[in-house]
């Protein structure tokens, strides 16, 4: 993600500075917002569902990939997506997750249902689940409800290490 930003700050300095130098060898130009909100992060405190290296997505049409920052979505008056993110991991639901709140709760983590319109730009059912990690990054995702929610949770928050 360093790389790619600061390839895309030297295509920038040679568009508009010295249009001398040869931009050719630089990947094509990104947008400013999926430099700075699209990028996908890889680390052990994401667990990704596939490996496709891609760097980032846009924003404007999020996936709900692990790694991804979840978008902002409103929740109800005054309350959105952005004010869920705290001090630890959170759980966010379909509609239909009341196992996966049922299981974060007695994991000790919050849990919140999403809306309809919410849980698709997740890229879930309306009974699967994501983490949300306290800097809106989404850990992990589950498309789907799971046979044992609170087995599947419990050794999703053991992979990312969030316990």
């Given amino acids: 993600i360093a790389a790619m930003t600061v390839e895309q700050a030297y295509r920038r300095y040679v568009e508009r500075v010295d249009p001398a130098l040869s931009a050719g060898d630089l990947a094509p130009r ?3 917002t999926t430099i700075e909100l699209g990028a996908i992060y890889r680390s ?9 290296s891609v760097l980032v997505e846009a924003p404007e049409a999020p ?13 109800e008056e005054g309350v959105s997506t952005l004010d869920l993110a705290g001090d ?35 890229g879930i059912e309306d009974d699967g689940a994501l983490l949300l990690r306290p800097d809106g990054v989404i850990a992990w995702r589950s498309r789907h409800g799971a046979p044992d929610a609170t087995t599947t949770l419990s050794d999703a928050i053991r992979r990312i290490g969030g316990r």
């Avoid at 996936?63 to 929740?75: A, D, K």
């Fill in 63 to 75: 996936s709900g990939r692990p790694g991804t920052r979840f978008p902002h979505v409103w929740l």
């Fill in 88 to 122: 630890g991991l959170v759980l966010l639901a379909g509609p239909d997750g009341r196992d996966w709140i049922m299981a974060a709760a007695s994991a000790g983590l919050a849990g919140h249902s999403l809306s309809a319109a919410a849980r698709r730009l997740a």
């Fill in 44 to 52: 052990h405190a994401v667990a990704s569902e596939d490996d496709d």
């Fill in 30 to 32: 990104l947008i400013d």
